[in-house]
T-cell receptor, first 110, second 114 residues
Framework: RKEVEQDPGPFNVPEGATVAFNCTYS??????FFWYRQDCRKEPKLLMS???SGNEDGRFTAQLNRASQYISLLIRDSKLSDSATYLC???????????FGPGTRLSVLP | DAGVTQSPTHLIKTRGQQVTLRCSPK?????VSWYQQALGQGPQFIFQ???????QRGNFPDRFSGHQFPNYSSELNVNALLLGDSALYLC?????????????FGAGSRLTVL
């Protein structure tokens, strides 16, 4: 089993749609969780950290379920500019490296 | 405030050759991690440098080696290149090695092995 798994995608949605991405991780001792966004042929950039209580940043909402080892990202009112690959990232804590999922590609269509 | 800078941006090598990639971390960051990203896949961890030492290593052969300098910049060396080494090599910097601090990536070095 891979350390971090994500919905395979791609997701093709119309502008204005709500879309949700799912991610599971295998290391129950994981401490930190993030969503990164990667545009085509560009570097990954931090979208948001994910906190145990869940957190929201504008149209983006992240949720963490430690018991189920599950992370989600919800995008509301999708924009054309949201088209990118979304990477789920998990860190095991002190002395551990960041593990990236394979990514889920989103295309928002006009 | 300069972000993470990498060089070269693109390079083409042939099988068996050696390559050196360079990275300067974001100002204030002291930890450098290297990732390999093949087309259509997520970044795969190669190794991390902190205080000029390799602190962690992913599942990569010894052909992959690195170094961190006193100014926190870093190099990634790959010997005896294989076709499968063709990928985007990403450098990421952070502060400290606790794992709690986010990674900031450079634009990457795209390596093609012919």
């Amino acid at each position: 089993r891979k350390e971090v798994e994500q919905d395979p995608g791609p997701f093709n949605v119309p502008e204005g749609a709500t879309v949700a991405f799912n991610c599971t991780y295998s290391n129950s001792a994981s401490q930190s969780f993030f969503w990164y966004r990667q545009d085509c042929r560009k570097e990954p950039k931090l979208l948001m950290s994910v906190y145990s209580s869940g957190n929201e940043d504008g149209r983006f909402t992240a949720q963490l379920n430690r018991a189920s080892q599950y992370i989600s990202l919800l995008i509301r009112d999708s924009k054309l500019s949201d088209s990118a690959t979304y990477l789920c990232v998990v860190n095991g804590g002190y002395g551990q490296n960041f593990v990236f999922g394979p990514g889920t590609r989103l295309s928002v269509l006009p | 405030d300069a972000g993470v800078t990498q060089s070269p941006t693109h390079l083409i090598k042939t099988r068996g050759q050696q390559v050196t990639l360079r990275c300067s971390p974001k100002s204030g960051h002291d930890t450098v991690s290297w990732y390999q990203q093949a087309l259509g896949q997520g970044p795969q961890f190669i190794f991390q440098y902190y205080e000029e030492e390799e602190r962690q290593r992913g599942n990569f052969p010894d052909r992959f080696s690195g170094h961190q300098f006193p100014n926190y910049s870093s190099e990634l060396n790959v010997n005896a290149l294989l076709l499968g080494d063709s990928a985007l090599y990403l450098c990421a910097s952070s502060f400290g090695d606790s794992g709690a601090n986010v990674l900031t990536f450079g634009a990457g070095s795209r390596l093609t092995v012919l």
